[in-house]
């Protein structure tokens, strides 16, 4: 906050540290970049990203809701019986990208993320994504 001491507002979309030159997203601004940055790398590792994202955060716990998220593969595979298939693909995938996902999440929020955790609900065509931080952003 602008209040903090050593901080200083940057038109009003971050915080920057008073002579460090490093600034921070924070608020709607860092929730926006959060977003953005799981759903590239669901699309890099997916070969195609969700469709809706939002990033919230309560305390030292970052969640990233995303909707739309299966491949005309996947939905494909859905429609004759295979979502238990999709679904295991799916955790693979999202596990093989973690690394990525976790250094995303350290570098936009300057904290270490202490563990990740995915989720798929393939029939509602939602995932989310769940990082437990070092402390609260």
């Known amino acids: 906050m602008a ?11 971050h915080l920057e540290f008073a002579g460090s030159g ?16 799981v759903v590239q790398s669901h699309r890099t590792y997916f070969g ?4 809706k994202a939002q990033a919230f955060f309560c305390k030292n716990l970052l969640v990233v809701v995303m909707e739309d ?6 939905r494909n595979l859905v429609a ?11 955790e693979q995938c999202q596990h093989t990208m973690q690394e990525d996902l976790v250094a995303q ?10 563990a990740c955790l995915s989720s798929n609900h393939i029939e509602a065509d939602v ?6 931080l070092d402390g609260p952003v």
Do not use: C, H, W, Y
């Open 69 to 74: 998220t299966l491949t005309k593969g996947e």
């Open 105 to 114: 999440i350290e570098q936009l929020t300057g904290r270490s993320v202490r």
């Open 127 to 132: 995932a989310a994504e769940l990082f437990v």
């Open 48 to 51: 195609r990203g969700p469709t």
């Open 22 to 37: 490093a600034g921070r997203l924070t608020g709607g601004p860092l929730n926006a970049a959060l977003a953005r940055a």
């Open 3 to 13: 209040s903090e001491p050593g901080f200083i507002a940057n038109n009003g979309t």
């Open 80 to 90: 004759s019986g295979q979502a238990d298939a999709v679904a295991g693909m799916r």
